[in-house]
């Protein structure tokens, strides 16, 4: 049942939220919906696999000779993805017993989840908010990588920071990505979304992942309202959400601001973060933008 929180006398009945998530929009739209809030769902990518992926053929090959002293699974989607892409070269019961020689480094909750579906824990965990740098702490505190060979499981696009980090401690890098990231297949919707930047009839937009960012701007070039309308909307008109620092980091590298970032990276708690800060932060953006 939809309510209609508020800061203060400020609601967020019939605000107007752009949300370009894609694999979990309808998870984040029925969040925001019970605020009250219209949600306008552009997604703005889809997780295409790697045809023929000769990295993750080769980590196999190097388990099986004991090449391998550390896995690093950087995404649930993408441990499970990693299952799938080796299982004609490598039985899921045989990854398995491979894993099982190696130390495991996960990411957050969810590659950890994936694991337990095999029935494997991970021996270090990276703690919120999981990004590069929490990853690298941890590293340095409980397995030192100098002289170890690291497997890393990319999402999207690599990281070179992390990467970077890895190679200066002393490891010997394999990277192994599992899919990539492209623009939807309907861009339509994107496009409105643009179009609704454009002519201020939006309130908030709310950023899951950085890379939405980089096509937000990509298809925006390529339309009648241009990149220049998106950026000053997103600057001057709406309340910029951004999910946890790795999107938040995008977003300020793009000279872009970051209105608000949830406690903890997770769905649940960014709906609620936008519900209890958005009212206020959009009521103080827009006064500063007409001078009041």
Known sequence: MSSSTSTGALSTQGLRVIAFESRRAAELEQLLARHGMEVVSAPALREVPIEENEQAIELVVRLERGEIDVVILLTGVGTRALVEAVR???????????????????????????????DLEADVRVPEPNTWRELLETIDRELPVRGLRVAVQEYGKANPSLLDGLRARGAD?????VYRWALPHDL???????????????????FTTAVQLDHLLRVAAETVA???????????????AAIGPTV????????????????HPKLGWFAKAIAEQAPALLAAKRSRRHGA
């Open 248 to 263: 938040a980091e995008a977003l300020r590298e793009a000279d872009l601001p970051v209105d608000l970032t949830p406690e």
């Open 188 to 206: 339509a919707p994107l496009r409105a979304a643009i179009s609704r930047l454009a002519a201020a009839q939006a309130d908030i937009v709310a």
């Open 173 to 177: 890098v394999l990277r192994v990505p």
């Open 88 to 118: 004609p070269r490598c039985p899921t019961e045989k990854l398995i017993e491979l894993l099982r020689r190696v130390k495991i480094v996960a990411r957050g909750p969810k590659p950890v989840a994936a694991l337990r579906t095999m």
């Open 226 to 240: 241009g990149v220049e309308s998106v950026r000053n909307a997103l600057r001057d008109a709406v309340v910029v």
